[in-house]
C-alpha cells in the first residue's frame, strides 16, 4: 500500500469516526451521532412519515408533530397544532385520493445546534383516482429532538406546481 493510499484509508476512518453531537431539547442531555448517521435517521423520520400519510395511519402520523406544530402552506395558509392537521388530512388525503413520494435525491438535512435538525426537499403529490396531473412542492421540516423523541414542529410547503 502506498503512503498515498495508507492517507487516504486513515482520512476515511478518522471521517467515519467523527460524531455529531445533538442535544435534547428539553433536558440538555447530548446523544452523538457518526458523521453521516443524522442525515440517515432524519430521512428515515421522513420516510415513517409519510407511509403512516399515504396509509392515512393517522395515530401515526400524529405521534411525528409535536403539540405546538406550526405548518405554514402557501396556498392554504397557516395550520396550527396536529388536530387540525390530523382533520384536514382525514377530509382531504384520506381515501388513497393523494399520495405522497420525496423525489429523490433532494433531501437535505442540517444539525441544528441545541434543537434537532432541519431538513429540506421536493416532495410529489399523486393523485391515483384521477387524471390529475401530479404536483410537486419544496418542503422545509423542522425536527425537535425532545426527551428522545424527534417531532415535526414547523414545517413549510411552497412553490407549488403542476408537473406536466
Not at 58 to 63: E, G, H, I, V
Not at 71 to 76: I, K, N
Not at 139 to 146: G, H
Not at 154 to 160: G, K, M, Q
Amino acid at each position: 500500500m502506498s503512503q498515498q493510499q495508507l492517507l487516504r484509508l486513515c482520512a476515511l476512518a478518522l471521517a467515519l469516526t467523527i460524531l455529531i453531537p445533538i442535544r435534547d431539547s428539553a433536558t440538555g442531555a447530548e446523544i452523538r451521532l457518526p458523521a453521516g448517521e443524522l442525515q440517515k435517521k432524519i430521512a428515515s423520520l421522513d420516510a415513517a412519515l409519510f407511509d403512516a400519510y399515504n396509509r392515512c395511519d393517522l395515530p401515526a402520523f400524529s405521534r411525528f408533530l409535536a403539540d405546538d406544530l406550526e405548518l405554514y402552506h402557501d396556498q392554504d395558509g397557516l395550520v396550527l397544532g396536529p388536530k387540525t392537521l390530523i382533520d384536514n388530512l382525514r377530509k382531504y388525503v384520506c381515501g388513497g385520493d393523494v399520495v405522497r413520494e420525496l423525489v429523490p435525491g433532494t433531501l437535505q438535512v442540517h444539525r441544528i445546534e441545541g434543537y434537532g435538525a432541519l431538513c429540506t426537499g421536493i416532495h410529489r403529490f399523486r393523485h391515483p383516482k384521477t387524471n390529475a396531473a401530479p404536483s410537486e412542492r419544496s418542503f422545509v421540516n423542522l425536527w425537535r429532538y425532545k426527551d428522545g423523541v424527534w417531532k415535526v414542529t414547523r414545517a413549510i410547503s411552497f412553490d407549488h406546481r403542476s408537473k406536466r
